[in-house]
Every structure is written in C-alpha cells, then in structure tokens.
C-alpha cells in the first residue's frame, strides 16, 4: 500500500449539483479524517471515522455534507446543492488508533472542489 | 479549545541562508505540537513532531523545532536552506480524537 488515495483529484461542478469525493486509507488505518482547506488556510477537521463509526462532526459540516465509511475501509464524502463557497480542497488522513497512540496523521494529495 | 498562531504569511530566504518559522500554540495540558510541509500537487507531509522528553526535536530534511513552553512556542528551523525547501508549511496541535487544529500556515519562497 502506498499511501492515502482520493478521488477524483479535481472536480468541476456548477452550483446545486451534487459531488461525492472518495477516500482509500492506509489499510492497516482505522481511523479516517476528512478536512477543507480553502485558499491562505490551514485545513479544517470536518469529521472523522473509527473503523465504520463517525464520532465525531465539525460544525462546519452542514446539513448538506454527509460522509460515511460503511465498511471501515474506504469512505464518500458527498455534498448536496453545492454552493460557490462550498469551493475548497478536500482532504483526506488516516491513522492507526492503537491505546497510548497520538500521532502523525497521513494525508492524501486531496480532491479539489469548484463550484461554478 | 487548542489552536495554533503562525504569525509570518510569507517568508523569503536566499538559498543556503538560516530559516526560522514562528509558531505560537495554545493548550491547557502539555501540547502535543507538529511541523508539515505541503508542496504543490501533494499531500501534506509530516516534518516532525513533539510529545514529550526533549525540547529539541530533530526531523526529516535537516529540520528540527525547539519546544519552549515558557513562550508557547515550537519554532521550525533549518540551518541551510534549499531551493528544493519552497513550500508551505503549517504548524499543528492535537486536540481529542487526534484531530489536529493547524495553523494558517507560512509560505516559504527561496530565492537562488
């Protein structure tokens, strides 16, 4: 396994369409994170899995982001009625989740979202 | 809540010049601080990292940070810098659920 992959690594769209971006982790992962970096920006957490389970969502993620990982392997991350600021890169990490473990996360080179 | 204050938007250094970047956390227990580095078209890319023990810490590249708690600071440096070393670079802390919190980051420009 060589890394983090996300797909696809752009995306064009016009406002109010729908997009679904994918994430593969690191198989031995099973933890997965999903950010947004806009432009002149750290990224953002938005949300993030253990094994299938979401614990945990941003407030950033509105009513129109829904992520899931329903097998505790890859996960989606769609967005509905896309809206301009909606524009962003969107990142992908995984990490193991062993006991005493608080670490490096591995990041995907992302997928990057414009929104007409 | 943790956050994490990089005070410089860009910095330019001549190649094979010192580099110092400025990183101020803030965190209510011992910090757990990071360095990443992000190059056009690719993935964020760890540097180094702090948990515990020593305050220097060494990193990939000839990187190394120093933690100094008294000024809640972990400070990136390189004594020599390479064109190759053009970049952004975001200092991070973790939080909960190894969320990281980064900071807005520094772009660095190196002029040969």
């Known amino acids: 396994d060589t890394g983090v992959s996300q797909d696809p690594r752009h995306k064009i769209t016009k406002r109010g369409q729908n997009v679904t971006f994918r994430c593969d982790p690191i198989?031995?992962?099973?933890?997965l994170y999903w950010y947004r970096q806009t432009l002149g920006q750290g990224p953002e957490f938005l949300t993030y899995?253990?094994?299938?389970?979401?614990?945990?969502k941003s407030r950033l993620l509105s009513d129109r982001f829904s992520a899931e990982r329903p097998k505790g392997s890859f996960s989606t991350l769609e967005i509905q009625r896309t809206e301009q600021g909606d524009s962003a890169m969107y990142l992908c990490?995984?990490?193991?989740?062993?006991?005493?473990?608080?670490?490096?996360?591995?990041f995907g080179e992302g997928s990057r979202l414009t929104v007409l | 809540a943790q956050s994490v204050t990089q005070p410089d938007i860009h910095i330019t250094v001549s190649e094979g010049a010192s580099l110092e970047l400025r990183c101020n956390y803030s965190?209510?227990?011992?910090?757990?601080l990071f360095w990443y580095v992000q190059s056009p078209g690719q993935g964020l890319q760890l540097l180094l990292k702090?948990?515990?023990?020593?305050?220097l810490v060494q990193g990939i590249k000839g990187f190394e940070a120093e933690f100094k708690r008294s000024q809640s600071s972990f400070n990136l440096r390189k004594p020599s810098v390479h064109w190759s070393d053009a970049a952004e670079y975001f200092c991070?802390?973790?939080?909960?659920?190894?969320?990281?919190?980064f900071g807005t980051g520094t772009q660095l420009k190196v002029e040969l």
């Open positions: 702090y948990f515990s023990g020593d305050t």
């Open positions: 198989s031995e992962h099973n933890r």
């Open positions: 899995f253990q094994n299938e389970a979401q614990l945990e």
């Open positions: 990490a995984s990490s193991p989740a062993t006991a005493a473990y608080t670490g490096e996360l591995f």
């Open positions: 965190y209510g227990a011992t910090p757990y």
């Open positions: 991070a802390v973790v939080g909960g659920g190894n969320k990281l919190t």
